[in-house]
Nanobody, 128 residues
Framework: QVQLAESGGGLVQDGDSLRLSCAAS????????MAWFRQAPGKEREFVAG????????YYADFVEGRVTISRDDAKRTVDLQMNSVKPEDTAVYFC?????????????????????WGQGTQVTVSS
């Protein structure tokens, strides 16, 4: 069972940059997709960005507007989310997720049901 651990959250100011990191307990397979989701208070969990481990294909939510970059480090087994020009509306708990088993293929990789492993989340708070 894959275990995911996020780090890098905290309190930042409007316009700052922030880098989140997710460490996987074992190396993902090439077909696996790793992603970042976020959930603000009272809102549903939403997709932010994803990356296919094998070939590095990336996927982004429309709302990131080029402010976010997802990357992976195969040697470290980490997936990072670089966030630039953060806004107060980016305030949320950010979760790392892994799309690993065949059953998840029934669902879009842009939905939480498309992932079967989750980290505990890291809080990001952007002050205005």
């Amino acid at each position: 069972q894959v275990q995911l651990a996020e780090s890098g959250g905290g309190l930042v100011q409007d316009g700052d940059s922030l880098r989140l990191s997710c460490a996987a307990s074992e190396r993902p397979f090439s077909r696996h997709v790793m992603a970042w989701f976020r959930q603000a208070p009272g809102k549903e969990r939403e997709f932010v960005a994803g990356i296919r481990w094998g070939d590095g294909t990336t996927y982004y939510a429309d709302f990131v507007e080029g402010r976010v970059t997802i990357s992976r480090d195969d040697a470290k087994r980490t997936v990072d989310l670089q966030m630039n020009s953060v806004k107060p509306e980016d305030t949320a708990v950010y979760f790392c997720a892994a799309r690993a088993t065949v059953s998840t293929l029934l669902y879009s990789l842009r939905t939480p049901r498309g992932y079967d492993y989750w980290g505990q989340g890291t809080q990001v708070t952007v002050s205005s």
